[in-house]
């Protein structure tokens, strides 16, 4: 049976999916590419959104498709965001097709499988290549994002019936590389964050994240960020060797 848990690992925050809330590249010195200005008017927009962005809420459905055998497997929940001064914070809670809860802050990620009454706690340290990746891309600001990969500006495509602009983003880590060849990012030209991102293996696998019903600085109680452990649940704990 296929397991998710070496998947979770390998995208952990920092793919924080939860996934790498914090995105510092390793490689700044590089010189940057020039940007079309369709690309920089998108990354000035998503800089702007950065700035006021605070909370965020909205629906979520994850799909992940794997071609050499034409396999394609869903889940359903909600996601939940919230940056301070210190730290952003993102939960999901999976509803389908089993329940599962994900908690992601810099450097860890917590994973509670009530199915099978399951606890893991996977540190990501400051060493491991997925702290230099972001699952959701919320929050990000296009300096980063600029700093880090080399942008295009694709198209304006329509999402949902959002109008939306497609960007392309090739990594010029070679330990992001290693996990996926291409990310595009759908910005919507309403909140200007990505209302959905695909993360492209060099296999052509990839996994696409679609947000709905998106609410932009919602009051969202402390309690929504916490994470109850029974006391009967198995407990894992699990340190990301540093990437080489």
């Known amino acids: 049976m296929r397991t998710e848990t070496p998947f979770l690992t390998r995208m952990a925050p920092g793919l924080a999916i939860l996934l790498a809330i914090g995105c510092a590249g390793t490689i700044r010195g ?38 050499v055998i034409d396999e394609v497997s869903e889940k359903t929940g909600q ?5 301070s001064s210190r730290k952003s914070t993102f939960k999901v809670i999976y509803h389908a ?45 296009g300096r980063s994002i600029r700093r880090d990969y080399d942008v295009r500006h694709v198209k304006t495509d329509l999402i949902d019936g959002q109008p939306t602009s ?20 759908w910005v919507d030209h309403t909140h200007w964050i990505p209302i959905q991102t695909r993360l492209i293996e060099a296999s052509e696998d990839h996994l696409t994240i679609l947000l709905s019903d998106i609410k932009i ?16 649940f198995e407990r894992i704990e699990q340190k990301l060797p540093p990437s080489r």
Do not use: C, H
Request: charged share 25%; no cysteine.
């Open 30 to 67: 590089l010189a940057q590419g020039s940007l079309s200005a369709e690309a920089s008017k998108v990354l000035s927009r998503m800089d702007a959104r950065s700035r006021t962005l605070s909370t965020l809420s909205a629906d979520l459905k994850q799909t992940k498709k794997i071609v």
């Open 97 to 141: 097709p089993d329940r599962r809860i994900l908690l992601l802050e810099k450097g860890k990620v917590r994973i509670l499988e009530p199915r099978i009454k399951r606890y893991q706690v996977i540190d990501t340290g400051n060493g491991s290549a997925t702290t230099e990746l972001p699952l959701f891309w919320i929050g990000q600001s």
């Open 217 to 232: 600085n919602p009051r969202l109680p402390n309690q929504i960020f916490e994470l109850e452990v029974p006391q009967d």
């Open 79 to 83: 996601l939940y965001y919230k940056k």
């Open 166 to 185: 497609l960007l392309e983003l090739n990594p010029r880590s070679a330990a992001v590389k290693n996990l996926f060849s291409q990310i595009r990012l």
